[in-house]
């Protein structure tokens, strides 16, 4: 008896253990590494067409085997459709095999289309569980697809060019926003909060990815300078790295030259904001500190604290007055809060913003914002 059901066992686990039913090979798939969405040339009741264009790799470009000759390693293609989901659907008819999009690094949008709003075309990314949250977005003034058709010299895939560019530029440099993913502008967008995205500029042989895209919510409204982003990175306190470069033009007689310039590596930072309203109008605090080190020039070999002390008084007035700048710029014209003042509002002053949480954007343009700085300088270097 106890043999019999021993079989049926058996035979009922037949049934149960079928495997990987849906498993698809590697060689059956073919990775998407970077998305362009451009505005297309026609109109559906009012919407513009997508002019979509992904960029497909052989994964034996990705593992770093040198394809067939008859192969490409990459392959743009572009199609045209009313939504982004009809326009992967109508890849179907172009590519022989199935696009994976979990190693997406980039989605590029055109400043054209990013006038009419950013959060249509990414309604798609948000929504398939194959794309990540974390995957870049930027903004492009052109066309989105000619970002794709950069070709490095050393990094041929322009896809995973633009990923290490944008880790890189955020490790060593303050030029362009530090968190400018899909799953940041859609916390901001869902908040009720404006954005600023990473801007890239295509170059024959190379891309420059720096300065900023605002956008008023979803929609884009101008760019920001480079400098722009380093002192809006300052006020909102997320400065990893980078180097302020300042004039040292001291009456030092010790000093070879007596007009120099000193560069400060900045080694790590830390903003904080303190709201309040003070005659029924809304005011900042922002208070700046700052270490770092002498990166290059500008210095005796044997310094003294007053020299040093000197350089960090430049420096504090600098930080200042570019800090100072970009607020302005934002109260005036752009009139758009995004160094997040409205959330410190409401996390500290509820009430008031309750009363004029719909009124925030023409209010902000004429709060009153102070900021301080204090920088110290903890390495100077040794030099011979």
Request: net charge positive.
């Amino acid at each position: 008896m106890n043999r019999f059901i021993r079989a049926g066992a058996a035979v009922l686990l037949l049934f149960l253990l079928t495997g990987c039913w849906d498993r698809l090979e590697i060689e059956e798939r073919i990775f998407v590494l970077a998305v362009s969405v451009d505005k297309g040339k026609t109109r559906h009741q009012g919407l513009s067409d997508y002019d979509l264009t992904v960029q497909l790799a052989e994964p034996k470009a990705l593992s770093g085997k040198t394809p067939s000759n008859n192969v490409q390693p990459v392959w743009n293609v572009s199609v045209t459709g009313p939504s982004l989901f009809d326009c992967m659907r109508t890849l179907a008819t172009r590519v022989a095999r199935v696009p994976f999009y979990e190693h997406l690094q980039v989605v590029i949008i055109s400043e054209e289309l990013a006038k009419e709003g950013v959060e249509r075309p990414m309604d798609l990314f948000l929504r398939d569980h194959e794309l990540r949250r974390k995957t870049s977005l930027i903004i492009t003034e052109g066309k989105a697809k000619d970002v794709l058709k950069v070709h490095h010299k050393l990094i041929p895939v322009t896809g995973m060019y633009l990923s290490r560019l944008t880790k890189e530029s955020i490790l060593k440099t303050a030029k362009m926003p530090r968190h400018s993913t899909i799953g940041t502008f859609s916390s901001n967008y869902r908040a009720n909060r404006n954005s600023v995205l990473t801007r890239v500029e295509p170059h024959k042989n190379q891309v420059k990815m720096a300065g900023g895209a605002v956008l008023n919510k979803d929609k884009f409204v101008g760019w920001l300078e480079d400098s722009d982003i380093r002192g809006y990175r300052w006020v909102v306190g997320s400065v990893q790295a980078g180097n302020y470069v300042v004039v040292n033009s001291g009456e030092n007689s010790k000093l070879e030259h007596p007009v120099n310039h000193t560069t400060y590596e900045v080694k790590n930072m830390r903003s904080i904001i303190k709201p309040g309203v003070r005659n029924g109008k809304p005011y900042f605090n922002v208070l700046i500190r700052s270490e770092g080190h002498v990166g290059e020039d500008g210095l005796t070999s044997n310094p003294t604290n007053d020299e040093i002390k000197k350089i960090e008084k430049m420096l504090n007035l600098q930080i200042k007055k570019d800090t100072q700048r970009i607020v302005r710029k934002m109260q005036k014209p752009f009139g758009l809060d995004i160094f997040g003042f409205g959330e410190q509002m409401r996390r500290h002053e509820h009430a008031y913003w309750k009363r004029y949480e719909k009124e925030w954007d023409d209010i902000f343009k004429t709060a009153e914002v102070d900021i301080h700085v204090d920088t110290s300088i903890r390495r100077i270097g040794h030099v011979k």
